[in-house]
Every structure is written in C-alpha cells, then in structure tokens.
C-alpha cells in the first residue's frame, strides 16, 4: 500500500522505542518506574467529575455540540479576567479545542502554505513541529540554551527567516526544559511578530504550574490580541487529561479560520465534557493550589533525592517536569537513558527526542506519587549508576 509522504513525519519515534523496553521488562516481571509520558495522575476534584457524571446521565447531552455552548464561552471569558486580567469577547475571542494537542495538530492547517516558515523552538513538545510539518512547513529552529535559561534569543534569529515567517511557536513555562520566560521577553516577542507580521501562538500549558509565583498569559501584554492567541488547558490544572478540553483565546481572525476549519471536521465537543470544564474554572480554584503544591512536592522529592546520591541537576522553577543534564560520564542522552532503565527500571525521555538541542539532557515527568519517588532515588542509589566509571 502507498501511503501519502506526510506520514512520514511520525516515523518511529523514541517514544515508541520506550514503549517496547517498557512491555519488554514489564514481561520479565522486572519493576519499571516510568516517568517517561507526562501523563498526568492527579485525579480532578471530585466537584468535576460529579458535574461529569450527572450530564452523562442525561441523555439530551448526546446531540451534536456543533458549537461551543455559550455559558462555557463565558466561563472561561471570566478566568481569564480573574486569572490573568485579560479582557476577552466570549462569542470571537474564545472556542473550545478538544485538547490543545489538537488546535497545536491543526492550526498550522489555517495560516501556512507548503513551504512556508515557521518558528519552532528546539527542543520542543513535539506536536509544535510535527503540526507544522503536517501543513508542509519549512522548520526553522529557535535554540532553547540553558545559557539564556531556555528563553528564546528573538536577536539569533535571522532577517530573512523572520521575514518569511508565517507562524512562531512558543511555550512558557516550557516542557521540556523548564524554562520560564521574564516579562520582558513578551514585551519583545510582541514587538518582534508586529515588526515581521508573524503569528504567535503562544502555549501556556503549564501557566498554572509555577512554583515562585503566578504565570502570565501572553495576552497580558499590550498588542499581543494583534499577532496571536493563546492556548490553554484544563489536563493539567484540572486533572481532566482524558476528557479532552483546551481552549485558544486571543486574535479574533485566527480564532474565526480555526472555527471554520473545525467545523468541517468535527461536530464540537461532547456537553457534559463542556459542562464538566464550566464547573473546573469556576469556583473554588484551591483546587488548583493543590494540584501545584503536589507537583512542587514530587519536584523537590526527585531532585532533592538525586542530588543526595551523586546527579547535580537544576531545580525547574515550573511545569510537571524535571530537565535534566546527564551525567558527565555518559556520551549521550540515549546511552544514559538506556544504562539507567537497565539498571533500575526508571524511564526516562532522552533530550534528543525532543530535538538536537535537547542532547544532552533527559527529561523526566513528575507522574508518580511521593512514595514511588522515595523508593525510585533508593533504587538509583543502589545501582551506582552516579558513581564515574
Ligand atoms: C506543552 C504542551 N502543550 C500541550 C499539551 C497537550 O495538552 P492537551 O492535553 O490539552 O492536549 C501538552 C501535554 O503534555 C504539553 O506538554
């Protein structure tokens, strides 16, 4: 069978590669310690998952959606006025996406012609690159450094790519680095897409993992509503990553394309997922303080502990993740990842996966609980793997 070239984009990726050694092991009856996924295991509040149940019960919930329903418009027209002191028009700066994963898949669809540019960091969350890839983007790389704390260096970008731009991707706080942008570097990135007439979309997956303090949003700063939208979602905030809700909010003509193109390939988002988001970004948002200050408690736990026996790595400051620079005594991210799951069982993501910048490093996700953290750094420890050969 010939199968259209753009599938090429997901050639074998190392994620299915950790997949396979993770059945592999788990076969043998050998104990995997996984923090490879970043999927999240905190559970939502049980307010959400009660509003969930009971609309699932209700068989008038079954129709198409169509569209969003008004009052989640604005729901989430008011979080972000609360939140982030964002003004938003509910019915054309708002909609719905059924998870960012997939506005991140499709957006590109709307603004990029084969051979276009697009602005993608390196390393990214994969999706960044592979939805622009998909619409026949050319990539051009914006290294993330760990010298410029893995904020993009709008300076290192050359004229004639930004010229040729059509869309540039941005995420803080980023996975997987870690890396959190100042307030300046908005105030840049606003003035920089204005200047090339360059769309942002700007990811805030992980706006409310920050540990020092609350994260921003993108449209916080004065002109961003011209250049570009914002992409939100409740999977990690709320703990709703299987009932698939995002939202993208910002840019009335962008959001207005999106619509049109959605509406041609999916008939809207199941009600009671809509209703279930209405009762997770209103009311009581301690929940979301609990969700952060467990996330910060896993991340202490991890590097704290690795540190103890011998791994020098960087405290992040956000996001559900810990980047990590490999031992010196390994080559590469790949051989570290491989001799450690070896030895211990723990997987982790190695750099690369996430682009050539990332070499060098392994990313590991804060997707277990306390205990299994505690018993995973007393399983490193006794495999030396820390100790130079
Ligand atoms: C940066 C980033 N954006 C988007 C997503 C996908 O989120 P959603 O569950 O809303 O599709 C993830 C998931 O890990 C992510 O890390």
Redesign the pocket.
Known sequence: MKFAKRMDVFGESIFTTLAKMRYERAQKGLEVIDLSI?APNIPPHERIVNTLSKETLDRGNYIYAITDLPELQDAVVEWYQRRYGVTLDPRTEVTS?L????G?SHLALTLVDPGDIVLVPNPC?P?FRDGALLAGAKIVDMPLKKENNYVIDLDAIAEDDAKAAKLMIV?YP??PTCGVAPVEFYEELVKFAKKYDIVVLH?N??SELLFAGPGHSFLEFEGAKDIGVE?N????TYGM?GA???FMVGNSEIVSKYKTLKSNMDYGMFIPIQKAAISAIQGDQSIVLDTRNAYRHRRDLLVNGVREIGWDIDLPEGSMFVWAKIPDHYKDSESFTYDLFEKTGVLVVPGNAFGSEGEGFVRMALVQDDDTIKHMIEVMDQSNIFKAK
């Open positions: 970043g996406m998870g960012s994963q997939e991140l969350y999706i995420s980023n996975n990811d997956a992980y992409f979602s409740l999977s990690k990553a698939r809700i995002g």
